[in-house]
């Protein structure tokens, strides 16, 4: 019966690990747990620890999900993201049965690596699956203050969660081994004499502490040219899913900001920028068939004589929306735009909306848009005489690696996270977000501005860190010089090949279990 309390504990400690708790290193030890829990486990059995420990890790981190909207959509939510948890725990449970351990010998010395190949591949199926997947919650974005982070710029958010899920792996198999060492009447003497079982636990605690604190030698990016970019935070008359119901005020905050600043760079207090960066939804009347919302905006980038990015919601292709990104420049108006990839299933559209309208009559709040193609990357020259080419994410599209890799991959050398969390409240999920922009930053080398509505929004620079954190709820305005970087980190240059590998590995360890108990039956 001890299983069961360690997946709660499990799911708890991993939940402690992301924002706003920010415990990171309980991580690992939630990994450990939980691969404690499914040793020896049956295979049924660790399918259900995995879920009961993914229940308590996701109900909690995804709360901001029912804010608004009730208990049932945040509960199916975390229930589903739960289930691959329990995939996981299947797996591991498989990998670390006594059948297994006795062909390929000690379980100390394979543990670390099934539990890593597992929990990479669990993240990559939950990221890609269904409807295109739902990657938040993943170990890489508890990480941001840790020295794993720096990992991202070898090879990516799986090499991050690889790192966390390999010292969990060795920490479990030290507990393991210690826990043996204390029922030592059961080992031979020989074996009593050398102390083999307490020396062995000790090295695995010794190199889970290696895993974790060695990738703090990994070098940081150089510096180079930088650009000069204001964020604007206009802030909305009210939070929660009717945050836009006057949305000619939300597109007056981020007009009347921007006019502000324009003033103090009019009188010489702070440098023209060579970027103003608006966030998602701040204009969600579509000024490309509005004159009076185009007047605004223009009237705002003419004030401050810089070029003027900013979300906007289009009313195209009719009936149905588009969640795009803008591009305004002085004496030219509108000469680009970018068109989210992703739209979030069941918030900006809702898959099978006539069947999930029998669960809630909140389906029809969602949205109807359309997906764009394309990365987004805009240019515009800086004062240095250098090019800004930005590579632009709106909102979720963050946590999904392919369509970042893709801005760089273009030629980005800045990256604008535009996002709008009012419809979240004063919850955990803005700094969840921002953690996953900092990661970003070190996995690309790139800087970031992070800029949203509501907050929180910050300065991202290419080692991670956040600089000028906004409130949340808050009217403000950030400005920075960033690096402007063209370099490309391995994890560039690797791509998607960290999660294959780990998923064949994973894939093939499975097969040799199935070949082996084949070949006992025969």
């Given amino acids: 019966m001890y299983r069961y309390p360690l997946a709660v504990a499990s799911g708890l400690a991993l939940w402690l690990a992301f924002p706003s708790h920010d415990l990171w290193l309980m991580a690992p030890v939630g990994v450990a747990v939980l691969a404690l829990a499914t040793q020896g486990a049956p295979a049924w059995q660790g399918a259900l620890l995995g879920l009961i420990s993914g229940l308590a890790c996701f109900l909690p981190l995804l709360s901001w999900s029912g804010v608004y909207v009730g208990a049932l959509p945040w509960i199916a939510l975390a229930v589903l993201e739960s289930l691959y948890l329990a995939l996981l725990g299947l797996v591991c449970a498989l990998l670390q049965s006594r059948p297994w351990q006795a062909r390929i010998g000690s379980v100390a010395r394979i543990r670390p690596l099934v539990v890593a190949l597992a929990w990479v591949a669990q993240e990559t199926l939950r990221g890609n699956t269904p409807f295109g997947g739902f990657p938040w919650g993943r170990l890489a974005f508890s990480q941001a203050d840790s020295p794993l982070a720096a990992l991202a710029s070898l090879g990516g958010a799986p090499a991050v969660t690889f790192a966390v899920a390999l010292a969990g792996g060795l920490l479990a198999a030290g507990v393991a081994r210690l826990i043996r060492a204390g029922r030592s009447l059961d080992l031979g003497s020989r074996e009593r004499r050398l102390g083999v079982v307490p020396v062995l636990g000790v090295c695995c605690l010794v190199s889970a502490a290696v895993v974790i604190l060695a990738p703090a030698l990994v070098p940081r990016p150089a510096a180079g040219p930088t650009g000069r970019f204001i964020a604007v935070q ?83 292709p009719s009936p149905r929306e588009s969640n795009a990104s803008l591009l305004y420049l002085p004496g030219r108006g509108l000469t680009w735009r970018y068109v989210k990839q992703h739209p979030v299933p069941f918030a900006e559209y809702i ?172």
Wanted: hydrophobic letters at 45%; a neutral charge.
């Fill in 234 to 316: 206009g802030n909305v008359p009210r939070p929660g899913l009717d945050f836009n119901a006057e949305r000619r005020a939300v597109l007056d905050n981020h007009a009347r900001a921007t006019q502000q600043v324009a003033v103090s760079v009019r009188a010489g207090a702070q440098p023209r920028p060579d970027l103003v960066v608006w966030p998602e939804n701040a204009s969600d009347i579509d000024p490309t068939r509005n004159p009076d919302a185009a007047n605004v905006i223009e009237g705002a980038m003419e004030a401050i004589n810089a070029p003027l990015v900013l979300g906007a919601v289009l009313r195209e």
């Fill in 351 to 522: 898959p099978y909306r006539s069947f999930f309208r029998n669960f809630s009559d909140k389906a029809d709040l969602a949205g109807d848009f359309v997906a764009g193609k394309g990365a987004g990357v805009l240019r515009v020259p800086s004062r240095g005489g250098d090019t800004i080419a930005a590579g632009t994410v709106i909102c979720f599209e963050v946590a999904i690696d392919t369509l970042v890799r893709d801005t760089v991959d273009h030629g980005a050398n800045v990256l604008l996270v535009q996002t709008n969390n009012a419809t979240f409240g004063f919850t955990d999920e803005s700094v969840q977000q921002l953690a996953i922009s900092r990661i970003r930053a070190v996995e690309h080398g790139r800087s970031i501005v992070h800029v949203s509505t509501v907050g929180v929004s910050a300065m991202i620079t290419p080692d991670g860190t956040a600089h000028q954190r906004s409130a949340l709820f808050t009217s403000d305005v950030l400005a920075a010089d960033l690096p402007l970087r063209t370099d490309r980190t391995v994890a560039d240059r690797v791509g998607p090949w960290p999660e294959i590998v780990a998923g064949g590995a994973l894939v093939a360890s499975l097969a040799l279990l199935a070949l082996s108990r084949l070949s006992r039956r025969r």
